[in-house]
């Protein structure tokens, strides 16, 4: 048997190389992953101990499993998630290992709940999707709000915004993710299950300004009714588009129509890929707020947390690092698909958090 050891799935990528890094800092040596031998040798001379690399590429599955031992935590930051993100994941579940990845894209997280986490938990394997930016700050903000709540909460909102110019700072992975989910059916829970989701948006106070943010499917629907059973219902919003908003609310519910047009999918997989082989824009200086309210049966609000965090980048890669080597080190608390607090605890999340730089 070999010692576990973090594998970093797309190593080379934007999110790949701030994670790489991220692990290093905090004096992992991960087994860097990609498609370009010639990108990995030079990403791990660039980092401190010059970090082992292997050749993996999403479109050969088997080279991915090939990465894989028992007991090995696998981070993966390859996407479009939809696209090319199920190959890391079966890796995971033949190997019986730990799996992370960066995924913002809803789809992918139903089908990691509802597909891929029964498969895993037969196989002993954990998977804890979007373990970034996306989607533990609203997992964390929600679960605190929750606790100072008590029993009374039946409800739980969250609010994922940004200050900054987030059209300058994204990444060309993205943009891309961002294209191919414009045709994806959203989701929500309500009434204790997982509904579709059709365009519906809400205001968030901030003081006396008012944000709008536009539903969205996300992690916290299938996480938070597991560790809070008397929740009835979970909403999550997105607040990246500012005026905006409301306008992208009467386009998605008008997102089935759009599905059967002759084409769509494919033009919009043609830009996905277009976007994605796009250079990166110019760095912008952008911060991440997040809200989470609790709500009695009533309507009445019974608490808020806010949690405010820097660049979604760096957290998303600063989160993903912490908690690989957490869990190769500690372990998780299950097996299957999970949530933050599922897999970590909700005090060690916290502090885990706090010590990547979300904090209220």
Request: net charge positive; with cysteine.
């Amino acid at each position: 048997m070999t010692t576990p050891r973090i594998v970093l799935f797309g190593a080379t990528g934007y999110t790949g190389r701030l994670t790489a890094k991220a692990l290093v800092a905090l004096g992992a040596e991960p087994l860097l992953a990609g498609r370009d031998p010639a990108r990995l040798a030079d990403l791990a001379a660039s980092l401190p101990g010059t970090p082992p690399t292997a050749v993996a590429d999403a479109t050969r599955p088997r080279s991915v499993a090939r990465l894989l031992e028992p007991g090995d935590v696998l981070v993966s930051t390859v996407g479009p998630f939809l696209r090319w993100g199920d190959a890391a994941v079966m890796a995971a579940v033949e190997a019986g290992a730990v799996y992370l990845d960066s995924t913002g894209e809803p789809p992918f997280v139903k089908r990691v709940f509802q597909r891929h986490g029964p498969e895993a938990a037969a196989a002993g394997a954990t998977l804890i999707p979007a373990f970034g930016y996306d989607y533990v700050p609203g997992n964390l903000a929600a679960a605190l709000a929750l606790r100072k709540a008590g029993n009374d909460a039946v409800r739980v909102d969250v609010g994922y915004f940004l200050r900054g110019n987030v059209a300058k700072r994204a990444s060309a992975g993205t943009r891309a993710s961002a294209l191919s989910m414009i045709l994806e059916p959203m989701y929500g829970f309500r009434d204790g299950r997982i509904v579709r989701e059709t365009g519906r948006t809400r205001a968030f106070a901030f003081g006396a300004r008012r944000r709008h943010g536009i539903a969205m499917g996300a992690s916290e629907h299938f996480a938070l009714p597991r560790t809070h059973p008397r929740l009835r219902e979970v909403n999550v919003y997105l607040g990246w588009l500012g005026g905006l908003t409301r306008a992208a609310g009467v386009f998605a519910r008008a997102t089935p129509i759009l599905r059967a047009l002759p084409g769509s999918r494919r033009l919009m997989a043609a830009m996905a890929e277009r976007a994605a082989r796009s250079a990166n824009q110019e760095a912008q200086p952008i911060a991440s707020q997040t809200i989470a309210e609790a709500y009695a049966h009533d309507g009445t609000l019974l608490a808020t947390v806010r949690l405010n965090g820097g660049d979604p980048y760096d957290l998303t890669a600063r989160l993903l690092a912490w908690g690989a080597t957490n869990a190769l080190v500690g372990g998780v608390g299950g097996i299957g698909a999970l949530g933050p607090a599922e897999a970590f605890g909700l005090d060690a999340l916290t502090e885990g958090c706090a010590s990547v730089g979300l904090t209220p």
